[in-house]
């Protein structure tokens, strides 16, 4: 039989801790379902030379600000340290091993089905983040591609690489931080980018990037982009003459219209500029020793890494959830009540404050809406 709480949390990543301490906080007992068997299990296993884009005042959770030590932009094994203090700190305990099938509505509780460690509750926050849908796209003849094809959330290091010549498809944030690693290990490596691109700093004037999208949060995304464009024209300098092109619309625009978060330079354009990383256009086909582009001629590679990005479909996990999905599966609102009572998704869309940060208030909304919704019950 289910057991039962206040508030059932699917995750324990960053957005799974920092809801169930926001709830534990307000009052209400909160248990964490996570499949794995640790907190923090994709920042575990991300790349090796990953540090936070984000600095580390921005990007401390409520409650436990992490540590001066770390300095401005922690690394990947700092994050999972600072993920672990914080589930003692707060006295998580999240439940392992307890991979959740599915979430449905059972009576006026929510009910997640994971085995014998299923449990019952009237609030349910999904909290699964976007590591396990990987998006690859295809392309013709890629079945007949003889190298190796991984996606970026598979990439570790350049160790396996040595000798080999690398595509890397996606500038975003990982796929060029990957091409960066690539390059500084002294491997052949060309970026297909496809679509135009807005570049960040990742300091401004001396003052972390993330300084500037809070400090102007009142304005409309267009004109707050408008206010920062010609600074970060001066910081970036011109990028067309690297056969790349600026986005129509500024980083915080598109990240509020598209969910597209900027790429936040740590040296992917300085190896660009200087020849180390070669850029291609778009990808038109593959063939067994080569990849063929749109604009330019085919060329040999030996391996692919698609830096392609993540596109989450929660409709296996939320099924006869109405109106909380859209129509390929990602949630419609994060960090605020659905149209599904006691149902919240925590940290599901991209925010231009920071993903840190935003799953931060989110997490205190979601406590505050619970508690609401609790106290109405009673009433
Ligand atoms: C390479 C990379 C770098 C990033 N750098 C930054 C940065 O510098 N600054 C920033 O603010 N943000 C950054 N982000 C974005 C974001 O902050 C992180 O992805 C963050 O980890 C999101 O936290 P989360 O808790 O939502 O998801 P995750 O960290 O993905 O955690 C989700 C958890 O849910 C568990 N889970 C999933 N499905 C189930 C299920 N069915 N049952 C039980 N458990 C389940 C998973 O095992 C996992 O532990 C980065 C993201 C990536 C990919």
Known sequence: MAQSCDAIIIGAGPAGLATAAALRAGGLSATILEKSDAVGAVWRRHYDRLHLHTDRVRSSLPGLAMPKAYGRYPSRAQVVEYL???AVKFD???????????????????????GEKSQTAPIAVIATGWAD?????????????????????????????????????????????????????????????RSPVNIVPRELLGLPILVYPAAEQWLPPRLADKVNAPLLRFAIGSIETLGLRRSAKGPIQSIAEDGRAPLVEVGALGAIRDGRIRIRGDVASFA?????????????????????????????????????????????????????????????????????????????????????????ARS
Not at 96 to 104: I, K, L, M, S, Y
Not at 298 to 324: H, K, N, S
């Open 288 to 376: 067994r020793d080569s990849v063929v582009f749109r604009q330019s001629p085919a060329e040999r590679f030996d391996a692919i890494v698609l830096a392609t990005g993540f596109r989450p479909d929660l409709r296996a996990l939320l099924p006869g959830a109405e109106g909380v999905l859209s129509g390929t599966g990602a949630p419609l609102v994060s960090g605020r009540p659905t149209a599904q009572p006691g149902l919240y998704f925590c940290g599901a869309i991209p925010s231009s404050l920071g993903q840190f940060r935003q799953i931060g208030i989110e997490a205190q909304r979601i406590a505050q809406a619970a508690r609401s919704l609790g106290a109405a």
């Open 92 to 114: 998580l305990a999240p439940v392992f091993n307890a991979p959740v099938q599915a979430v449905r509505r059972e009576g006026r509780a929510w009910r997640a089905d994971a």
């Open 133 to 193: 849908f990987p998006h690859s796209p295809t392309w013709p003849g890629m079945e007949t591609f003889g190298g190796a094809i991984l996606h970026s959330s598979a990439y570790r290091n350049p160790a396996p690489f040595t000798d080999k010549r690398v595509l890397v498809v996606g500038f975003g944030n990982s796929g060029a931080e990957i091409a960066l690693d690539l390059a500084e290990a002294r491997i052949d490596v060309a970026l297909s980018v």
């Open 84 to 86: 672990e203090a914080y």
